[in-house]
């Protein structure tokens, strides 16, 4: 079982910056591939990003690409988002998603985090 903590959401303006941050315990972090979901209000939940067990893969949407970086810090046992240049149809609660490798999180994680809202205003 793996459980997986989200912080650092919250208000912002457009073209605002964030970092969020997932923490994550009971498994090995190493041999775990690690994403970011998201899912605004009437939408179904949708990928963002991931990151493979050690970070040599990342993928992006297209949505996000060139704004938004997924990282890893095995060694907290920790995966960031940051989110730069953020636009008002980024507003959406936030996941953290976990795998045993970046093919399962992309499609179809295993473990979810309960979420962190972010709110963009124009």
Known sequence: QVQLVESGGGL?????????????S???FASTAMGWFRQAPGKEREFVAAISRGATITYYADSVKGRFTISR????NTVYLRMNSLKPEDTAVYFCAAGTSIGVVTTGPEYWGQGTQVTVSS
């Open 73 to 76: 810090d095995n060694a907290k």
């Open 12 to 24: 912002v303006q457009a073209g605002a910056s964030l970092r969020l941050s997932c923490a994550a």
């Open 26 to 28: 009971g498994r090995p």
